[in-house]
């Protein structure tokens, strides 16, 4: 359905995104992991327009869409949520929502009624309180359902879950599950591992703008380059030696 080939991103002398060729299934969870500042953010921002890469194409449904924008992506059925949730304070819940499903239903009704079969789905309430009283949990609730509303077909999650404590993010993760079964492909960065390891069917590991592992979750956390790049040089050796020595 998604095809990262071969690319880059420069910003001004740093090299942001090196390289990257990544693949993502139709109807998967994928996910992209990686230490900070590795360049997961800079992908997300190319796939969805926000920025051209400096080199290199990104494919959809075949299709070459590098650097085509937002809105055009959107329509195409291109959705992402962003690490920082910044809801329009001013409108309630369910209008935020209904921002997204106006791209489809310019009626007002119409919208009102999808962002609230969309409300519904990832489990937000207060739907007529001003979105400002929501908690941090509400909030990456009501960013999924803004994202979910303009009806995607490929929806890339940035940090859905920074910031939640185990047991919201325990909540959250069928609600993910109930997403892709309604048909949508995920494509998520995370930095939850327990998170990674029951949603994701594949996961891309990309440090300093590189990948360096890509496969099944329990591939990859047994992966030396990724216990080296998340824990520092050595660790993966003095990791082995202390399951060795028991
Ligand atoms: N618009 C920009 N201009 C200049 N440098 C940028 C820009 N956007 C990102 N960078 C740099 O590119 C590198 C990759 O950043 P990016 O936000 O993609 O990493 P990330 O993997 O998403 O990190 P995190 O997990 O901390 O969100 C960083 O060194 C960052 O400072």
């Given at each position: 359905?998604?095809?990262?080939?071969?690319?880059?991103?420069?910003?001004?002398?740093?090299?942001?995104?090196?390289?990257?060729t990544?693949?993502?299934?139709?109807?998967?969870?994928?996910?992209?992991?990686?230490?900070?500042?590795?360049?997961?953010?800079?992908?997300?921002?190319?796939?969805?327009?926000?920025?051209?890469?400096?080199?290199?194409?990104?494919?959809?449904d075949?299709?070459?869409?590098?650097?085509?924008?937002?809105?055009?992506?959107?329509a195409?059925?291109?959705?992402?949520t962003?690490?920082?949730?910044?809801?329009?304070?001013g409108?309630?819940?369910?209008?935020?929502?209904?921002?997204?499903?106006?791209?489809?239903?310019?009626?007002?009704?119409?919208?009102?009624?999808r962002?609230?079969?969309?409300?519904?789905?990832?489990?937000?309430?207060?739907?007529?309180?001003?979105?400002s009283?929501?908690?941090?949990?509400?909030?990456?609730?009501?960013?999924?359902?803004?994202?979910?509303?303009?009806?995607?077909r490929?929806?890339?999650?940035?940090?859905?879950?920074?910031?939640?404590?185990?047991s919201?993010?325990?909540?959250?993760?069928?609600?993910?599950?109930?997403?892709?079964?309604?048909?949508?492909?995920?494509?998520?960065?995370?930095?939850?591992?327990?998170?990674?390891?029951?949603?994701?069917?594949?996961?891309?590991?990309?440090?300093?703008?590189?990948?360096?592992?890509?496969?099944?979750?329990?591939?990859?956390?047994?992966?030396?380059?990724?216990?080296?790049?998340y824990?520092?040089?050595?660790?993966?050796?003095?990791?082995?030696?202390?399951?060795?020595?028991?």
């Amino acid at each position: 359905m998604l095809s990262v080939e071969a690319v880059s991103k420069r910003f001004g002398g740093l090299l942001a995104v090196s390289d990257v060729t990544m693949r993502v299934a139709p109807g998967s969870i994928s996910g992209l992991i990686g230490p900070n500042g590795a360049g997961k953010t800079t992908l997300f921002t190319m796939i969805s327009g926000f920025e051209r890469p400096t080199s290199g194409r990104i494919l959809f449904d075949g299709r070459d869409i590098t650097g085509t924008a937002p809105e055009v992506l959107a329509a195409a059925g291109i959705a992402r949520t962003f690490q920082i949730v910044q809801p329009f304070a001013g409108l309630s819940v369910i209008e935020n929502v209904a921002v997204g499903a106006y791209l489809r239903h310019p009626g007002r009704r119409e919208a009102l009624a999808r962002a609230e079969a969309v409300a519904d789905l990832v489990g937000l309430g207060s739907l007529g309180q001003p979105a400002s009283s929501l908690t941090v949990a509400g909030r990456k609730r009501l960013e999924l359902a803004r994202a979910l509303a303009t009806e995607p077909r490929l929806l890339l999650l940035d940090e859905v879950l920074a910031g939640l404590n185990p047991s919201e993010i325990r909540d959250i993760i069928p609600v993910v599950q109930a997403i892709r079964a309604s048909g949508v492909t995920i494509l998520m960065i995370e930095h939850v591992m327990q998170a990674v390891m029951s949603l994701c069917e594949h996961v891309h590991v990309i440090a300093n703008g590189q990948t360096i592992a890509s496969g099944a979750p329990s591939a990859i956390v047994g992966d030396p380059k990724v216990v080296e790049a998340y824990l520092g040089h050595g660790a993966a050796e003095r990791l082995a030696g202390r399951a060795a020595h028991g």
